[in-house]
Nanobody
Framework: QVQLVESGGGLVQPGGSLGLSCAAS????????MGWYRQAPGKERELVAT???????NYADSVKGRFTLSRDNAKNTVSLQMNSLKPEDTAVYYC???????????????WGQGTQVTVSS
């Protein structure tokens, strides 16, 4: 009953920029946090950037100063602006949302289908 719709991704040269967006839709009562994770070939999935409903952000050290995560709580949407991209940023990027339904306090993780970001000259 919940869907995360991702947009963006693509091929960009080192030093270039890309923007990713993710919107959560469906039967959602509360979004506790949203953000992006990524997984490169042969590596574990890792956090890129997340933001809570209260506005607390968390960035991976490798992207601080280059990536910016913004939110629109009213639209259940997050956007990731990626600047000064490096080849090591190449990965499949997955949107993540941590959701709560009604009065049930259990938090559920939802994931987008993933979008490819390739940084290469």
């Amino acid at each position: 009953q919940v869907q995360l719709v991702e947009s963006g991704g693509g091929l960009v040269q080192p030093g270039g920029s890309l923007g990713l967006s993710c919107a959560a839709s469906g039967s959602i009562f509360r979004v506790n946090a949203m953000g992006w994770y990524r997984q490169a070939p042969g590596k574990e999935r890792e956090l890129v950037a997340t933001v809570t409903r209260g506005g607390t952000t968390n960035y991976a050290d490798s992207v601080k100063g280059r990536f910016t995560l913004s939110r629109d709580n009213a639209k259940n949407t997050v956007s990731l602006q990626m600047n000064s991209l490096k080849p090591e940023d190449t990965a499949v990027y997955y949107c993540n949302a941590k959701l709560t339904f009604g009065t049930n306090l259990r938090q559920y993780d939802y994931w987008g289908q993933g979008t490819q970001v390739t940084v290469s000259s």
